[in-house]
């Protein structure tokens, strides 16, 4: 016997064959590693919600005297609100595609003080129910949850980016009352700027068309009780804030232009392209067309200042200029993809709408 051939033949083989029992060991999905103290024989329960928003059992074992437990689910099309029990007590858990979160505290006082960590969500979640648990108790008046609320969109729903951190804190409800309501003309802004968030974030979530629905009904609400009277307040939460030079070389600020009680479309193109003529051939038929009831504040990603400001000059509309281009934080901040882009602010200073298609902009504007 060639040994030599046995052994060369011997060694891809036990290869191959590791590789597959390596694979088939692997889990396809995600995965939630607990260890709790004080729980020898509790029963802990993964449950998630149905389409209707009830809570349906998942899976359930007994912890033992270890005090770890591990439970596996398939991997995830969306991310998805999971949640634990032990009793009547809760841990809430965000969990996205095959990612692993752990669970660590005390069966005691589960949901209070139980930290989860294994993705950034996760630790968001875990400090947010943190946070609402030390809270709850001086939520006693009107002013003290408008700050609580205030508070929690500077720290966890601004910038959301679609995160399903914004969906749960908004539809989060204490003592069988939802903390926040998008009737109300504050909490409306905060329902806005997560709705916006997931549309261009996450467009592709269930969850979007949702919160938009929530956000257009709830102002469609709004304005028909106020007898379709729309106010800019002075601070907008929502509006994504541009500040940059016009042809005179004097900052205009978005939120200035967008402070008089009309609708705002925001655009984004190049003045000095062979197109640019015909684009603002077309910008100026919207500004015509709505006889100066619409702003218009129209940022230009253009190089050469000179050709740019002899373009811009005889202008009627608010013309700015972002010699950054295509590198601009504005442009990350709208996550400009295509030229031109337009986007549409309500009255109120909600974004609500976007296009790369000019002619559908009179349709997008409410």
């Given at each position: 016997m060639n040994f030599r051939k046995a052994s060369s033949f011997f060694f891809p083989s036990f290869i191959l064959l590791f590789i597959i029992l390596f694979s088939?060991?692997?889990?396809?999905?995600?995965?939630?590693?607990?260890?709790?103290?004080?729980?020898?024989?509790?029963?802990?329960?993964?449950?998630k919600p149905d389409f209707t928003g009830n809570w349906v059992?998942?899976?359930?074992?007994?912890?033992?005297?270890?005090?770890?437990?591990?439970?596996?689910?398939?991997?995830?099309?969306?991310?998805?609100?999971?949640?634990?029990?032990?009793g009547n007590r809760y841990v809430y858990l965000p969990i996205d595609s095959i990612e692993t979160i752990a669970v660590k505290g005390n069966a005691s006082d589960f949901g209070a003080k139980t930290v989860l960590t294994g993705s950034k969500d996760?630790?968001?979640?875990?400090?947010?129910?943190?946070?609402?648990?030390?809270?709850?108790?001086?939520?006693?008046?009107?002013?003290?949850?408008?700050?609580?609320?205030?508070?929690?969109?500077?720290?966890?729903?601004?910038?959301?980016?679609?995160?399903?951190?914004?969906?749960?804190?908004?539809?989060?409800t204490i003592d069988g009352k939802p903390l926040f309501n998008p009737i109300d003309p504050v909490d409306y802004k905060?329902?806005?700027?997560?709705?916006?968030?997931?549309?261009m974030f996450a467009p592709d979530d269930p969850r979007t068309a949702l919160m938009e629905e929530i956000t257009i009904e709830a102002m469609k609400r709004r304005n028909s009780e106020k007898g379709l009277q729309r106010v800019i307040e002075a601070e907008e939460l929502n509006l994504l804030e541009i500040s940059l030079p016009d042809e005179n070389g004097v900052d205009r600020k978005l939120s200035e232009v967008a402070s008089h009680g009309r609708p705002t479309i925001v655009i984004f193109s190049l003045m000095n392209e062979p197109e640019s003529p015909e684009v603002n051939r077309g910008i100026a038929s919207l500004y015509n067309r709505f006889a100066g009831g619409v702003n218009i504040y129209h940022v230009s990603l253009d190089s050469d200042l000179h050709a740019w400001r002899q373009a811009a000059a005889n202008l009627p509309w608010?013309?700015?200029?972002?010699?950054?281009?295509?590198?601009?934080?504005?442009?990350?901040?709208?996550?400009?993809?295509?030229?031109?882009?337009?986007?549409?602010?309500?009255?109120?200073?909600n974004l609500v709408n976007s296009t790369t298609e000019i002619e559908k902009v009179p349709s997008l504007i409410l």
């Open positions: 088939a060991c692997r889990h396809n999905g995600f995965q939630i590693e607990g260890e709790l103290t004080n729980a020898k024989d509790s029963l802990i329960v993964l449950e059992i998942v899976d359930s074992t007994r912890i033992p005297a270890s005090g770890k437990f591990t439970f596996k689910g398939e991997a995830l099309q969306n991310p998805e609100i999971f949640r634990l029990s032990i996760a630790e968001k979640m875990s400090k947010f129910e943190t946070d609402l648990a030390a809270s709850i108790p001086s939520l006693t008046t009107e002013k003290a949850r408008s700050d609580f609320k205030r508070r929690l969109f500077s720290d966890y729903l601004q910038n959301n980016r679609g995160s399903i951190i914004g969906y749960y804190i908004l539809t989060k905060y329902f806005a700027a997560v709705a916006t968030d997931f549309k608010t013309t700015v200029i972002d010699m950054d281009g295509a590198q601009s934080a504005n442009v990350r901040t709208y996550n400009v993809s295509r030229m031109p882009a337009f986007y549409i602010y309500d009255a109120a200073g």
